[in-house]
Each structure stands twice: as C-alpha cells, then as structure tokens.
C-alpha cells in the first residue's frame, strides 16, 4: 500500500465538477449566489431583501442590536416598573427627559423601535430555518451522492493493491461503515457513506430553540403579573389575590383581572434567626414564613413554609419571600383615656441591623385636650437591640433590647387634600409638634409595654409590643417553563453545531491494468480536522487486514545473470500498514 502525500485542492486544479456535487450539502446553510434581479423591479427588490433579511449575518446583527437595545432598559427608569423613579428622573432632568420621551427610552421594551428589532429577528430566523428544514429533509431521505473521479483530490486519501476481487472488497468496505453507523450504499464502482447528521440537528435546533424563547418572553412579557404585599404576623386579614389587596401591582398589556389565581393566604409567624458572633455577626441564617392558604374561595387551609428562593406554588402563581422587618403595636388614647388608635405598625428597615422607621397617622376619633378632633401623626424611629452609645443604630437585627423613640405631632395631615402620600412619610407643613415642660420638642424612647404622655392632657402613646412582618412577591409569568425548555435546548444545540464533524467517505474498488485490484479510500468533511484523516486511517486499516495489499509489479526488467545474487531472497509480498496523510492546508 502506498503513503499518500497531501494534494493540490487549488481553485486553478478545480477541473472536476463531480467534485463540487460529492462535496455540496454538507450543511443547510442557503447559497450565497445572487438571484437574476429585474432592473428596479419590485419582485426583483422584494427577493433581495428576503435574502438579506434571512440570512446569518442580518440575524446575528439583529441579535446584537436587540442585546443593545436592552440596555436603556436596565439604566434609564421604566414607566412600567417604577413610575415614582420615572417622576424623579423627569424632576431632575428636565433636558434629557423630553428627548427620552421621544425616543421611547422610558418604555424600552413596548416601544416601536424595539418591538420592531424584536420581529425582524423573529422573521429572520423563521425564514432561515424554515427552507434550511427543508433542505435538511432533502438530505436525510436521499443517498450521500457518489463518489468523485479523482479521489486523489480530496483532503485524506489512501491507496493499495490487492488480491481481493472488487466486488469483496466493496461488500467488506459497506459491511464495515455500516457497522461505524455511516449511512452507506454502492455507487457503481465504489461504496459512498456519510456520517455527522446530528451537526445539522443541532444547529437547527439551536435556531429553533432560540424562536421558542422569543416566543416565550413575548408572551410572558404580555401576560404577566407581578405585585408586593406586606403582611403583619398574626393579621386575620392576610392576603388574598384582587387587585384591590396589593400594595404594588403591575401587568403586562394583555393580562386581565381575570387572570388572577384565587387564592389568599396569613402569615402565621415569621423566623429569622442571625449569627451571634464572629466576622458574620448578624448575618441571616434562617428567613422563613409559615403561611395558611387555601385555593379558590371554599378551599382548605393548608399550611407552608416559605423561605428565600423557596416559594409557594398556587396553581400558576408563585409566592416569594422578598423582605422582612419590625411593626411595634402602638395603642392612643385621647384626654379621656379612649382607645383612638391600636395597630401593629410596620416600619422599613434602613441598614442590615433593621433599624426602622415609619409613621403612625391617627385619623378619625382624636380629640384634644379642649375636646376639639384633630389628627394625630407619629414619627417611630425602632432599634431592634438598643445599646448605650450607639442611640442612632441597632447594634444586632434580632429583638435583643428593642427601643421605640416616638416624636408626635397634632393638626392637619393633609390626607384629605387629594394628594397621594405616602404611609412610610409624615407631611409636616400643617402640624404642629407637640412640647414638653422645658418648651423642647416632645421626644421620648419607649421599651415594650412603657407609656408616653402628651403634655396638658392630650393624651398617651403605649407600645405594646412587637410583632414582625414580611414582604411577599406574587409573580405569575407564563412562559417560563417555555423559556427554560428553549434555552437548554439552545445549550445542546450549539454543542452539537460545534462538535459533531459531518464528514463522508468513499471506497473505490477497480481492476487495474495488470488484473490486481486497486482501492481508494478517500473523505472529506465539512471544515478541515485531524479527525478526519485519523478516522479514515482506522477505517482503512480495518479494511486492509480483510483485502491485504498484493506484491508491488516488479520494475526492474533487466533479466542480466547479476540479478540471480540475492534476487530470491528478497520478500516482495510485504507491504506496509495504510497510512493516511492529510492533503495541504488540513490542519495537523
């Protein structure tokens, strides 16, 4: 068997067409040629920009403007998200928030210019993979094409002689790739066989999966609901899932109200434990509620735990845990010792020790002194763990020395102005604060169960105790299962597209001139691999150990009685192992 050197695979030594037919369709990817455009014509303009439209590199640039396009979204404030950031955004830039209005940048994701990237692309991809399925099917139902004239001219090659009849070793040579799981067949001379399909599956799998996740965020984006609720412990009302109960709500453009799982839920206790020492002092190591819920409006009660990155699953509804934080139970009283007010109120949390602060507004019921009915407002300011020396902050997040230091102040709160305020904020411009003996402000800390007194008999402030709340998140987002399902898939795909040579093989079994057959063994792949070369080297070492080589002819013709010497003992039958060279250019 002789070595095979590398192969001139020039454009000028391209004289074989059958070449360019045995090496065509190794891939789904449409041809580059230009179509036969009428001058100016509409069809002649409507097919060109289909082909632009569908082709990879649009697709790829449509791709990337889509990822820029998304960054607006993510720095600049969104309407649909946070129309009090949105507010403040305007207030602060009373230059660029007119210009951004126009360009939609305060709704990226519903504005024209994205939801027009978003559908080019979906287009695109839709007419890239829709004739490359098509062309795929083609090939999968036909035969590898054969094989070409000159096998010689291909990547690897490998020859030999042997003894064997052509049609044994043509029946060895389709026994043995299909034994290698080749798709093979006989083509007159010579046996065709081609392997790698998976590269196209996953290549379109990829671009399929990629459809399945536009479609996905689309339609999670467009029937979306997402919403907050703060929850105190021990609260009898609870939740329950209408629009009227959230605290915060937002949807996306196609949901309806009718869309909300019915379900309500109360948070029985909430636990959260900290570490007590260390560098890690203070440091969550246990957040959880336990919830009973029920289902529809007769349902069971059912009860839950529901910790972080755990949540409550209610049909397709989902309930995080997003926040915790402190709400002292305060009880006013007015002159005459009735109870005006007595609630759990929640303060927010201002650093990781959950020093808090809030308001207590007392609308209705209070009268002064003079019996005259005014409103109540309550600045709280909560140290979980009160240390002295540190009177500004908690020193530790758990209820170790809790301190509730109230400021009241009496007059007009102005919530029947009409304009919204919020529960967390007291509007100071109608009030007046409350002095005590010296003429200072009133200002006092209070421990559970202590009592503040208002000067001249306006009244007294207790706090009781303390309770804690926590905040839910109430996300119901179809699609997910979708969008996962599309991104694997995309994962394994590309895996695929990258990893899986699609290669073919021929073997060519002739009578040569002298009656001894000769074989070729050649193939060619998609790109260029030292997997190729190899492969067929073991391919064709298998082969030769079943059609072992023959004696090369004899050369020397010279029949001088000088060749009798040594002539005999000379073994011509030896021929070496195959051996398979890559042609010039292949990588090594």
């Known amino acids: 068997m002789s070595k095979t050197t590398g192969t001139d695979t020039s454009p000028e030594r391209a004289d074989d067409s ?11 990817a449409p ?59 305007r207030k602060a830039h009373t230059f660029l928030a007119p210009v951004y209005d126009k360009l939609g940048l305060f709704h990226v994701y519903s504005s024209v210019w994205f939801s027009a990237i978003y559908i080019l692309l979906f287009v695109s991809l839709i007419g890239c993979i829709i004739p490359r399925t098509w ?25 030999w002689r042997t003894e064997a009849e052509p049609e044994q070793v043509r029946e060895a040579a389709l026994a043995l790739l299909k034994k290698r799981r080749f798709r093979a067949h006989l083509a007159g001379d010579a046996v065709a066989a081609e392997k790698g399909y998976l590269r196209e599956v996953g290549n379109l799998a990829f671009h399929i999966a990629l459809i399945v996740m536009l479609i996905a965020f689309a339609w999670g984006q467009l029937f979306k609901s997402e919403g907050n609720k703060l929850v105190v412990e021990g609260d009898g009302d609870g939740f329950s899932n209408t629009l009227i109960s959230y605290d915060d709500f937002k949807s996306g453009n196609l949901f309806s109200s009718d869309d909300l799982v019915p379900f309500s839920f109360t948070l029985d206790k909430f636990t959260g434990t900290y570490e007590t020492n260390g560098p ?75 020093t808090s602060t809030g308001v207590v507004k007392v609308l209705d019921g209070y009268k002064n002194a003079k019996g005259v009915s005014e409103q ?48 967390y904020q007291l509007d100071k411009s109608h009030v007046k604060a409350f002095k005590d003996a010296k003429g200072a402000q009133l200002r006092d800390n209070l421990k559970p169960g202590q009592t503040m007194k208002l000067p001249n008999g306006a009244g007294t402030i207790t706090y009781e105790s303390t309770k804690e709340w926590a905040n839910f998140q109430i996300v119901q987002q179809p699609g997910t299962d979708w969008a996962l399902a599309g991104s694997l898939a995309a994962i394994f795909g590309l895996a695929g597209s990258l990893f899986i ?22 193939g ?21 150990d079943q059609a072992p080589g023959a004696p090369e002819p004899d050369d020397d013709t010279d029949t001088d009685a ?22 010039e250019g292949a990588e090594k």
């Open 501 to 522: 040579q699609r290669r073919r093989v021929w073997v060519r079994a002739v009578k040569g001139p002298d009656g001894v057959t000769v074989v070729e063994m050649a």
């Open 376 to 423: 109540l407002g309550i600045s709280a300011f909560f140290l979980p763990t009160y240390t002295k020396g540190s009177e500004t902050a908690s020193t530790f997040p758990a209820l170790q020395n809790p301190v509730l230091n109230l400021t009241p102040y009496h007059g007009d709160l102005g919530v029947d102005s009409g304009i919204p305020q919020s529960v």
């Open 18 to 28: 059958d070449l360019g037919a045995a090496g065509s369709q190794l891939s789904t």
């Open 135 to 159: 062309q795929f099917v083609g090939q999968l139902r036909g035969r590898p094409p054969g094989a070409p004239k000159r096998l010689t001219r291909l990547p690897a090659y490998t020859t």
């Open 524 to 544: 060619l792949g998609r790109s260029e691999s030292a997997k190729l070369p190899e492969e067929l080297g073991d391919l064709a070492g298998i082969l030769y």
């Open 31 to 89: 041809k580059e040629d230009l179509p036969n455009l009428p001058a100016l014509g509409v069809i002649g303009w409507a097919r060109w920009f289909w082909r632009q439209l569908t082709s990879m590199r649009v697709a790829l640039l449509l791709l990337l403007l889509l990822s820029l396009g998304a960054i607006p979204g993510s720095l600049i404030p969104q309407s649909g998200i946070d129309e009090t950031k949105v507010a403040d955004f």
């Open 280 to 354: 890690n002092k203070g440091t969550a190591r246990t957040f959880q509620a336990a919830l009973t819920y029920s289902q529809g409006a007769y349902g069971k009660g059912k009860k839950d735990l529901v910790k972080v990155n755990e949540p409550l699953e209610i049909g397709d509804a989902k309930v995080y845990l997003t926040a915790h934080g402190y709400a002292p139970v305060i009880t006013v009283r007015d002159g005459k010792g009735n109870v005006v007010y007595r609630d759990a109120v929640p303060l927010l949390p201002l650093d990781s020790n959950v």
């Open 562 to 583: 000088d060749s009798d010497a040594g002539s005999s003992d000379q073994d011509d039958t030896t021929t070496p192992d195959p051996q398979v060279v890559p042609a």
